[in-house]
T-cell receptor, first 112, second 113 residues
Framework: SQTIHQWPATLVQPVGSPLSLECTVEGTSNPNLYWYRQAAGRGLQLLFYSVGIGQISSEVPQNLSASRPQDRQFILSSKKLLLSDSGFYLC???????????FGSGTQLSVL | QKEVEQNSGPLSVPEGAIASLNCTYSDRGSQSFFWYRQYSGKSPELIMSIYSNGDKEDGRFTAQLNKASQYVSLLIRDSQPSDSATYLCAVNAGGTSYGKLTFGQGTILTVHP
């Protein structure tokens, strides 16, 4: 079965500090990978998606970037965090022809 | 802009009752529809998927899709306090959308004993 790992579970960072969140998927190959953000009291917003190694598409202009150095690894980064980057960050995957999207456990990021 | 609309609630139902959650979407080309359950502080969990018009039942859950009217609903029978959560409707346009889902804001459901 497919498993998606995401860490850390919670993170408190000062404004202006860098960020690196990692997501890995097990039990599948060549998955589509996604980064979503859920701000407090708001819906899920798609930030980035990737259909393969080195292939990143950005959905919204922002202070964040994403990379996919390996088939089953997806990384979300920032050089300098802003207060507005606070939120619940979720990695998700979709595999094969299945339309279903499955989420990792998420990272609650607080920028202070 | 593709939109998915849900009543934010909160929707409060007594234990054992039927909870009815509704969702409308703007993109008439949408092909796939999903319901996720999200407990506070946790990630969304897929509970139902539906792709064609009509009803789809899975245990106490029934998803209903009407593409002509552009709405999808979720019925929860015999509601339990453990069903209290935020329910997210999600829509996939299909085609070359690469599996990207557009989510509604979610409906908060409270089931009281």
């Amino acid at each position: 079965s497919q498993t998606i790992h995401q860490w850390p579970a919670t993170l408190v960072q000062p404004v202006g500090s860098p960020l690196s969140l990692e997501c890995t998927v097990e039990g599948t190959s060549n998955p589509n990978l996604y980064w979503y953000r859920q701000a407090a009291g708001r819906g899920l917003q798609l930030l980035f998606y990737s259909v393969g190694i080195g292939q990143i598409s950005s959905e919204v202009p922002q202070n964040l970037s994403a990379s996919r150095p390996q088939d089953r690894q997806f990384i979300l980064s920032s050089k300098k965090l802003l207060l507005s980057d606070s939120g619940f960050y979720l990695c998700a995957h979709r595999s094969g022809g299945d339309e279903k999207l499955f989420f990792g456990s998420g990272t609650q990021l607080s920028v202070l | 802009q593709k939109e998915v609309e849900q009543n934010s609630g909160p929707l409060s139902v007594p234990e054992g009752a039927i909870a009815s959650l509704n969702c409308t979407y703007s993109d008439r080309g949408s092909q796939s529809f999903f319901w996720y359950r999200q407990y506070s502080g946790k990630s969304p969990e897929l509970i139902m998927s539906i792709y064609s018009n009509g009803d789809k039942e899975d245990g106490r859950f029934t998803a209903q899709l009407n593409k002509a009217s552009q709405y999808v609903s979720l019925l929860i029978r015999d509601s339990q306090p453990s069903d209290s959560a935020t329910y997210l409707c999600a829509v996939n346009a299909g085609g070359t959308s690469y599996g990207k889902l557009t989510f509604g804001q979610g409906t908060i459901l409270t089931v009281h004993p």
